[in-house]
């Protein structure tokens, strides 16, 4: 028992929240597989691109989320408090804009990817500003170092979304797509749970000072950009095969995709964590860079390992997950593995500098990004073109990353030893 109470007293906040991580994730990943084994190639492809209108959502949240995690650090006081009231209403407001444009031009997303109905634009629609104000809501655990409520929130939305998408899919006999963007509706609603929004008064008079108020705004500017490249980055090809493809390929993209990018979802994890930690020791004046090694030693072993059993065992992966129907798409897992582990790990460096304020990593991202969507573009006569030309792309990010790295830790380190320079004496 001594043994057993020594071990629970070493287990911290932090370690609950990666084991609720792998959880969610893992959740996430069934919920995905069994629409993928019930609908069939042709039918998810509509759902994955549901999914895919979900991950989009989820980025630009964390435009919210990230920008209220590093300000719970900063702020305090009242400040904290005007700031808060402040999130919650741009949240508010942004996710009631996005939302009318999403239901409004919803026929006009149904030609543009070639769904069976354009309701399940309208029902995505509906639940949008929800999910901005769960991010706020997420970012001020993130920030205070809440993570047992951070992962409840993530559990809640995720075990709605398993558990209702498929009884709604089992009792009503509507269209697959109009369950499933149901069901992401719902989740959004259990996501608010645990919510701790006392006091909060999202229309309050009171308002941030303008030197605060520009700091927060710039911030805003810097993530919303970096996020924006992550859409751009993470999704842009599951919507252009979507565009370009019939529906079986499509199909069958978005299973590799799916598989592929279980690094990412991982990397997503440390990622939670280390943005937090970087801005507290930056602000207690405390070397940041040993921390970002740390992590991406992390992500890349474990892509080197995802991207080897892809390597080796595409078919069994494949069949295991998807089912046999999905089998001609394995001999391209492993480089689509690759192209998500590079990513994976240039996305590391960037949420550092994010934490840090440092602008170019955002251009750099942007640039990479745009220059994916004109490849795929330009070369998409086979899947194996698309998850060829990411390769490329991500690769040139990684290296842009790593030299932007070593130019400002050499930078910084002759300033540090031209501070350090002392009279000397014979």
């Known amino acids: 028992m ?13 370690h609950l929240f990666m084991g609720s991580a792998i959880l969610v994730n893992g959740g996430n990943y069934l919920y995905n597989l069994l629409l993928g084994r019930i609908l069939g190639p042709e039918a998810f492809a509509d759902a994955a691109l549901l999914v895919t209108l979900l991950l989009v959502l989820s980025f630009v949240g964390m435009t919210f989320q990230l920008t209220t995690t590093k300000f719970a650090v900063l702020f305090s006081g009242n400040t904290w408090t005007v700031f808060k009231s402040t999130m919650y209403r741009y949240a508010l407001m942004f996710g009631v804009c996005t939302g009318a444009v999403i239901y409004l031009f919803s026929e006009q997303l149904q030609v543009l990817f070639q769904t069976e109905n354009h309701g399940m634009f309208k029902i995505f629609a509906l639940s949008v500003p929800l999910y901005f104000f769960m991010s706020v809501n997420r970012g001020r655990f993130q920030g205070k170092h809440h993570f047992g409520k951070l992962a409840a929130t993530y559990q809640t939305e995720m075990w709605s979304r398993l558990i209702l998408t498929f009884l709604l899919l089992l009792l009503l006999p509507l269209e697959s797509s109009l369950l499933i963007a149901m069901g992401i509706a719902l989740s959004f609603i259990f996501g608010l749970f645990p919510s701790d929004i006392k006091n909060i ?4 008079k009171e308002r941030l000072s303008s030197a605060h108020l520009k700091e927060v705004w710039i911030f805003i500017g810097l993530t919303a950009g970096y996020e924006l490249t992550q859409i751009i980055i993470n999704n842009s090809d599951i919507l252009l095969v979507k565009h370009y493809f019939n529906d079986t390929d499509a199909g069958l ?3 590799l995709a799916l598989i592929g990018r279980v690094v990412y979802f991982v990397a997503w994890m440390f990622v939670m964590l280390l943005m937090p ?25 474990l892509s080197s390992t995802i991207v080897l059993a892809c390597y080796w065992f ?10 046999d129907a999905y089998i001609s798409i ?21 949420y550092y500098f994010l934490s840090l304020n440092q602008y170019a990593p955002v251009i750099l991202s942007g640039i990479l990004g745009l220059s994916q969507v004109v490849l795929v573009t330009l070369y998409h006569d086979t899947l194996e073109t698309v998850v060829q030309v990411q390769i490329i792309a991500m690769v040139i990010l990684l290296i842009a ?3 932007f790295f070593l130019i400002k830790n050499s930078s910084s380190s002759n300033n540090n030893d031209l501070r350090d320079v002392r009279p000397r004496t014979l």
């Open 330 to 350: 394995a001999h391209l897992l492993w480089q689509y593995a690759l192209a998500t582990s590079l990513f994976a790990i240039s996305n590391i460096f960037a």
């Open 201 to 204: 008064q999202v229309f309050a």
């Open 2 to 14: 001594t043994t057993v109470k020594v071990a629970l007293n070493k287990v911290t906040s932090k």
């Open 277 to 301: 930690t970087v801005i507290q020791k930056q602000k207690d004046g405390e070397p940041t860079a040993p921390i970002l090694f740390k992590y991406v030693f992390f992500i890349s072993a």
């Open 401 to 403: 990353q790593v030299i």
């Open 314 to 323: 595409p078919e069994l992966i494949i069949s295991l997950m998807f089912g």
């Open 253 to 255: 993209y978005s299973s």
